[in-house]
């Protein structure tokens, strides 16, 4: 299975903010939307950075409530993994686990298109493990 079909089911809506917000309007977003990650858009509309609440926590362990002041240009994370829809789920999984981040932007043709987090990862596989467990339990019970 590939990332386009966590998009067919979730939809591609992604909440994002400008790098010269402050990380106090930033962790309102977050809080507002119930998410764990904004991708950080610049004014051409391309991912110039991505900020999770581990970013926060972390800015703020260091520096204090005084960062909740600062652009957010100055605490997100600059590297972003992306992925295309056409890539398989599997292949998301290994990523993450390895690079140790909960959140994919999903890039076609040099546009964002939508986001995956590790619990939209999660939920698919599950829904797709159940599915061929009825499978296996109607072939046996047909047999």
Request: contains cysteine.
């Amino acid at each position: 299975m590939h990332v386009n079909n966590i998009l067919s089911a979730k939809g591609g809506h992604v909440v994002s903010i400008g790098p010269t917000a402050t990380l106090e309007t930033a962790a309102r977003t977050l809080a507002e939307h119930k998410i764990g990650a904004l991708l950080v858009l610049g004014p051409d509309r391309r991912i110039v950075g991505i900020l999770s609440e581990r970013d926060i926590v972390r800015v703020l362990a260091e520096e204090g409530a005084g960062a909740l002041t600062q652009p957010l240009s100055q605490v997100m994370t600059r590297k972003v993994f992306t992925c295309s829809p056409s890539e398989t789920i599997g292949v998301i999984m290994e990523r993450m686990t390895a690079g140790k981040f909960r959140h994919v932007p999903v890039i076609e043709q040099d546009q964002v298109v939508g986001v995956v987090s590790i619990g939209d990862v999660v939920k698919y596989r599950l829904q797709e493990m159940e599915h061929e467990s009825a499978a296996l339990r109607d072939y046996i019970q047909s047999a």
